[in-house]
């Protein structure tokens, strides 16, 4: 079509274009078009085809009171936008019309004027999110940092949801030719060239990328750079995009057959090749592609993609953008669950691809942007790479495009009309993640949003605050394993009740060892005794993919109640699998919890612990089997000391909304010595100190060290101190005391 086009206008291509929806055959200078058949027409900018054009839609419409020469020579002079714009009132007594009339003369996308109400477009295709959201976080400067980029190669690992994909397709919709698809190459320009709705504006506004200049090499002069206006690079460059989130298998075999179709994607993807006659070595282009193409289908072949970043380059006589969107998504997976000889054959197989394409390939390769969680050093995928610059969460120089800031969410929240009150949550939800903007020597750290959980929860307020990230990729299975371990499960507990934990500079750089310990460790279940050196390696895994930030003391904590709340209800999760607990056993006493602090009468707090509360925990730790290897289910029975007693209570408590809670809180007893209560909570002016013991010769010995912890909960009005014991035969003996200004109420069970 666009070649039949091209020879009725022959001298035409380089004018915008009128498109024509669903119109019957019309003459038009003398030339008959099907128009509903052909999607768009070039015009030439002159007098007679504009008076032409203003004919036929007079022939579409039959309204000429709604039509003049003039407006449409005027309105297709400055740029073809819509013509009828002029006439806006049609929209309120004949908007199907206007509409109509809108998409007849339209060159711009196809984006609501007015949107019903705030929204934001959630996913990885900046054209969505520019055209269907309301408002738009502008992070178009991007593009220009990674023209100007150095390297050949360019890594940026972050964690997931952290607009990786997004970025990377707005580099692709930037830079790519569109040899086959005009309209995608029109709408594309207009993307970048259009006024939005940008977040930092009242007004709709150019993007940030529209009027700025870049440094790139120049051709002419060898060693050298110019500036260029970056618009004349817009839709300049063959661009190859592979995605390789779903090549994650089960097996080998999986990843292989996977793998195989993704390629053979990417081939397709340039079909237009195979129409080439364009010389090239002893046949053509277009026959290369052919074989090319029969290839892949006949076999998994790794380097296919050099192969058609070569084809392209001979096509276009420009070198190649090479885009990797997950580039360690399988073989993450695979390091982890895999066999370590079936793992390397994974992490083989795509590094053979990535070797062939970005090793030795300069003279076809513009250059090559890889997004991924993290870096995978030593025989890893990109290690024999010597043309790499890599950049993560904590890098200076990109981070800045990925995550919110406090100014946008300040913007963000304005646009939506959020109350202050829920701005407030929205930043013990969301926020708590750490952005460089200093230097290596001297960081300055600001606050950073989780842009998946932010948006998530803009376009869906009435389902309240609740986990988006976290549920979009689950860790569950590793952390379930984690927790068997006695000090992992221990500082995990620590870090949900708000504690953060020390382990130096945590590793970003991974290789296959630290893999396989991390894979040894998840799956060693008796392995208690697991080495300082393990333990950090964990963290840092958690800091990498996430669920850990950094603060300001280089510190590890988890950011946010988002991800207190989710790795909590894996420790649930945990205790009723591993303990053997009804799932509903730990949450209907967590429900008995919570009622104590909505209760006025002091009397009834104490019949609902002695008479409700009690009994149940006592049958629940009675009927507890406890499990420590999953091949060989043997009942050991409970734990030799009050730890079991510590941590289902934790788990119990720590399910209580809107509760302060701790665990192991340091404090000054009543005799004046440093001590710390196992478990204090806090809610509408009570608050419940907590002591555990095993084997103690009676539970008012616990009572007693809990009333020691009397100044965590002084600024209470009603505080109350209870003390457990559990026996080796699994018995639970309670005694609490609940003290108010004016009555000292005491209880036992049994």
Known sequence: MRRKIIDLFKDSIQYPFFRVFNNPTIKLNGLKFDYSKTSSVIFRENTELTKSAYSVGKKIFGNKSLLRETAVTEQYTSGLNPVFSKYSSIKNFKPGLYQTISRFFSTTPEKPAVFAKPVIHTGGDFKDVVTESS??????????????????????TMPRRWGKSLNL??????????????????????????????INETEKVLLDITNTKALISDSENIGESKEVEILTLQGHYPVIFIDFKDCKGTSVEDVKSKLKDKIIETVRNFSYLHKSGKPYKETTIGQEYIKLLDEVKNGLSLKAI???????????????????????????????????????????????????????????????????????????MLSGLNNLSKYNVTSIKYSKYYGIDQYEINTLMEHFN??????????????????????????????KYNIWSVVNYLNNQSEGFKSYWEKSGSVSEFLNK???????????????????????????????????????????????????????????????????????????????KEIQKEISNYLKDYYTTIFNIPTESLGDLTLLLDQVFFEKNNNKISEIFREVFAPKLAILIKDLQVYTNDDDLTIKGVFGNEDLMHSLLNNIAIQIVNAKFASERYTTKTDGSKGRADIVIAKNNKGIVIEMKYNAKDAKIALEQAKDYAELVKDNDIKIFMGCNITDQQEVFISGEIVSSNESIHFDYP
């Open 482 to 560: 984690l927790f068997r371990n006695k000090s992992l499960k221990e500082t995990i507990e620590d870090l949900v009740n708000g504690k953060s934990i020390f382990i130096g500079e945590p590793k970003e750089d991974f290789d296959i060892d630290d893999f396989k310990q991390l894979k040894a460790i998840k799956d060693g279940i008796n392995n208690i005794d697991i080495k300082a050196a393990g333990l950090n390696l964990v963290y840092s895994y958690l800091f990498i993919t996430g669920y850990l930030t950094i603060n300001e003391l280089g510190k590890l904590q988890f950011p946010n």
């Open 135 to 156: 408002i738009f976080i502008d992070k178009s400067l991007f593009i220009k940092e990674i023209i100007e980029e150095q390297s050949k190669v360019i890594l940026i």
């Open 169 to 198: 397709d707005m580099i692709k919709r930037f830079l790519s030719i569109e040899e086959e698809n005009q309209k995608e190459f029109s709408f594309n320009s207009k993307i970048f060239t259009q006024k939005i709705k940008r």
């Open 306 to 380: 050099k192969e058609l970043s070569i084809l392209l380059y001979a096509y276009y006589d420009k070198r190649v953008w090479v885009l990797v969107d997950e580039y360690d998504a399988a073989a993450n997976k695979a390091y982890l669950e895999f066999k370590s000889e079936d793992a390397k054959q994974v992490s083989n197989l795509f590094r053979e691809i990535f070797e062939s394409v970005l090793k030795g390939n300069d003279k076809h390769l513009e250059k090559a942007v890889i997004t991924g969680v993290q870096y995978i050093v030593k025989s890893g």
């Open 418 to 447: 959020i109350s202050s009150e829920k701005v407030v949550k929205i930043k013990s939800w969301y926020n708590g993640y750490k952005s460089n903007i200093g230097t290596t020597e001297e960081p300055i750290f600001v606050d």
